[in-house]
């Protein structure tokens, strides 16, 4: 059974950073691409940025290009994002799955990560 634990969140001001980490289980997670979402209050989830499982290429929304870093440790089962450069927008609930660009269907959502950037 696929199990995805996010971490990391909280209250960050604009500017700041955060760094966000996914443990995951049940899955051969060397072999697999993965991703973050992140879901505002009243607003769909949306796809952040994603990393291949062969090669390590990254690819990100474009209203974190630059300020966003997605990146992975096969040896721990953990997928990573670096946040900087924070802006209120950026303020939701920050989730991981399998995928690259897309959600791996089947696989059930973890609990997410609350994410605030604030004064």
């Known amino acids: 059974q696929v199990q995805l634990v996010e971490s990391g969140g909280g209250l960050a001001q604009p500017g700041g950073s955060l760094r966000l980490s996914c443990a995951a289980s049940?899955?051969?997670?060397?072999?697999?691409?993965m991703s973050w979402y992140r879901q505002a209050p009243g607003k769909e989830r949306e796809w952040v940025a994603g990393i291949g499982w062969s090669d390590d290429i990254t690819t990100y929304a474009g209203s974190v290009k630059g300020r966003f870093t997605i990146s992975r440790d096969d040896a721990k089962n953990t997928v990573y994002l670096q946040m900087n450069s924070l802006r209120p927008d950026d303020t939701a609930m920050y989730y991981c799955?399998?995928?690259?660009?897309?959600?791996?269907?089947?696989?059930?959502w973890g609990r997410g990560t609350q994410v605030t950037v604030s004064y």
């Open positions: 049940g899955f051969l997670f060397s072999n697999a691409d």
């Open positions: 799955h399998r995928g690259y660009t897309m959600p791996v269907r089947g696989d059930n």
